[in-house]
């Protein structure tokens, strides 16, 4: 795998009509969803501590942006990892994403209809990292699965996934999953909008009180909007595990892009 540092000169315009920055002395990279790709989670961890080594001292904060888990095939080693990376760098920060709010229904409070649910958005393959076979796993059906997945998961991990935030501002910047309602004000937003929302966030024309980074929503290349900067790029699929880095005035994109 060819590993790329993609660097953009392109000012990004803040909520006050300047560019958006970060406090002096702060830099911040931020990691777009990850989706059981522990590969790519360790081969970008590793571009991202080189270029922060490079650029020199700064209080630095790294962020995921949620979604860790479904779709590819190791999201307990994702997991893992994160869970020693936070106790590792006291400056890790955790977003919940969506997937992780159905995880955690799927482990919390079971049920046919939630396991369902958990299984067609990527599920499967959460479950099978945790140990379950393909021929275990093809004989349960979904009341059956439901009561599989508390036991396999570990309490622990669970508990780590709890603790997730649902959003982050720094300087200029909030960092969300999903994305903000519009006419809401941040400090306002409820968890399903930050976790979920799409259409009406993504088309939204104009600025907002803080320039919004975000996942969630796919897109081959980085999106760069006047509100908003996406940079989910379907990692599990693509082979393509985008982050951002940000400091002053000046951002950056680091990718693992074959």
Do not use: C
Request: aromatic letters at 6%; zero cysteines.
């Amino acid at each position: 795998m060819v590993l790329r540092l993609l660097k953009r000169k392109k000012d990004v315009v803040g909520p006050r009509g300047r560019k958006a920055s970060i406090p002096e002395g702060e830099r911040v990279y931020a990691i777009g969803d990850i989706h059981g790709r522990a590969d790519l989670f360790d081969a970008l961890l590793a571009k991202i501590e080189a270029d922060d080594t490079a650029r020199g001292t700064a209080e630095t904060t790294l962020i995921l942006l949620g979604d860790l888990v479904d779709r590819g095939p190791d999201s307990r080693g994702v997991v893992e990892r994160a869970m020693k990376l936070g106790a590792r760098r006291g400056n890790v920060r955790f977003l919940a994403g969506n997937h992780e709010e159905v995880f955690l229904e799927a482990v919390r409070s079971p049920s046919k209809e939630v396991a369902r649910f958990f299984y067609r958005i990527g599920g499967r393959e959460t479950v099978m990292s945790y140990g379950l076979s393909e021929e275990e796993m093809n004989a349960l059906d979904h009341a059956e699965l439901a009561q599989r997945i508390p036991q396999v998961v570990p309490e622990e991990h669970a508990a780590f996934i709890e603790a997730f935030e649902d959003s982050i501002a720094i300087g200029d910047y909030l960092f969300v999953h999903a994305g903000v309602k519009p006419d809401v004000p941040l400090d306002s937003q409820k968890s399903r909008h930050l976790r979920w929302i799409r259409e009406e966030f993504l088309e939204h024309k104009g600025r907002l009180d803080k320039l919004v980074v975000h996942g969630h929503t796919i897109s081959e290349e980085v999106e760069e909007r006047g509100h908003r900067i996406g940079i989910d790029t379907g990692a599990w699929e693509s082979g393509k595990l985008t982050a951002i880095g940000l400091e002053g005035t000046e951002r950056w994109f680091i990718d693992t892009a074959e």
